[in-house]
């Protein structure tokens, strides 16, 4: 692959041409989820719903950050709020034909002394239901409507710190990736098994039995942390490899054969997803910190050039 020196592949790299947008949001919104062809995105204090021609369906207010997170069954998306320290329940149904709530949940070993809660980390669905992390690394599993059905009151992050967990799943088991990663069985909430990593993670992504958990040299514990990418297996949380980089990734995008991650300083870099090895690097933007979507014949990355935002597309053509 080769680059020039604004970072573009010859003949190769575009920005990505744009569709349609709106005004609706006068901060930056959360990612998007899409569930019955409608696209829910959120605000700090509202969320909108949109079809996929960008012709809004509906507009909502609501007071605090509301997050979507998934699709959740039939027309539904299922979110949560950034307001710790709230009354509100963490966990909520939206409706995609009117962006009205359909269910409020709080797990009952989430709640606080004082009935407060903690803000949602993460939700994702699994099966014909879901789990739910907040943001100190209490889990939650969730039927189909939403209700919960087991809840963990403690953390197990042993004293590394939650740091916001992030998920993923495979189907059978889900993986959470904070100050530590762990695994933790879908439909009861059983931890499995516990592997440390060299410093605070940035994000997860889980593919062919392996977990890659992007480490981005942040910690409470060491001053000289590396940063990185870190494979486990799955059925054990053995480290299979791991990849120190110069700069701190964001969450790891996964392709058929390589591990795509952005850096703070703008490269996108690519590696082996069998052995760590990379296969190749360069700079794209003043920063890549979102998780690349790779697809078999380019990849798709969100970045900074001079300040501006830009949505890159990249051959993987070498």
Do not use: C
């Given at each position: 692959m080769r680059w020039d020196r604004t970072g573009c592949t010859h003949s190769k790299l575009q920005r990505g041409a744009p569709q349609w947008r709106t005004t609706d949001f006068k901060q930056s919104t959360s990612c998007p989820?899409?569930?019955?062809?409608?696209?829910?995105?959120?605000?700090?204090?509202?969320?909108?719903?949109?079809?996929?021609?960008?012709?809004?369906?509906?507009?909502?207010?609501?007071?605090?950050?509301?997050?979507p997170y998934a699709a959740f069954g039939d027309a539904t998306v299922i979110g949560g709020y950034h307001a710790s320290g709230t009354y509100e329940p963490p966990i909520v149904l939206i409706d995609t034909a009117d962006g009205r709530?359909?269910?409020?949940t709080t797990p009952e070993p989430?709640?606080?002394?004082?009935?407060?809660?903690?803000?949602?980390?993460?939700?994702?669905?699994v099966g014909e239901g879901g789990v739910a992390v907040d943001e100190i690394g209490r889990f939650a599993g969730l039927d189909?409507?939403?209700?919960?059905?087991?809840?963990?009151?403690?953390?197990?992050?042993?004293?590394?710190?939650?740091?916001?967990?992030?998920?993923?799943?495979?189907?059978?088991?889900?993986?959470?990736?904070?100050?530590?990663v762990i695994s933790v069985d879908p439909s009861d909430g059983i931890r499995h098994w516990h592997a440390s990593t060299p410093s605070e993670t940035s994000g997860l992504a889980v593919a062919d039995g392996t977990a890659f958990v992007s480490f981005d040299g942040r910690t409470r514990r060491r001053d000289d942390a590396p940063a990185g990418v870190l494979a486990v297996d799955l059925s054990d949380g053995s480290e299979q490899w791991r990849t120190e980089l110069p700069d701190a990734p964001g969450p790891p995008g996964v392709g058929i054969n390589d591990v795509v991650v952005g850096t703070e300083s703008g490269d996108l870099i690519a590696l082996d997803a069998a052995t760590g090895d990379r296969r190749w690097s360069?700079?794209?933007?003043?920063?890549?910190?979102d998780r690349p979507l790779?697809?078999?014949?380019?990849?798709?990355?969100?970045?900074?050039?001079?300040?501006?935002?830009?949505?890159?597309?990249?051959?993987?053509?070498v």
């Open positions: 989820v899409i569930a019955d062809d409608v696209i829910v995105a959120a605000g700090p204090d509202q969320r909108a719903g949109y079809h996929p021609s960008g012709t809004r369906a509906w507009i909502r207010r609501v007071d605090g950050w509301f997050s709530r359909k269910l409020g989430w709640l606080n002394p004082n009935g407060t809660t903690h803000s949602v980390s993460d939700i994702i669905s189909s409507e939403g209700s919960v059905r087991w809840a963990t009151g403690t953390d197990d992050w042993r004293a590394h710190g939650a740091h916001d967990p992030a998920i993923a799943t495979d189907g059978e088991i889900v993986v959470a990736a904070a100050g530590a360069g700079p794209v933007g003043r920063r890549m910190d790779v697809t078999p014949k380019r990849v798709i990355a969100g970045g900074e050039v001079n300040g501006d935002t830009m949505l890159t597309a990249i051959s993987r053509e």
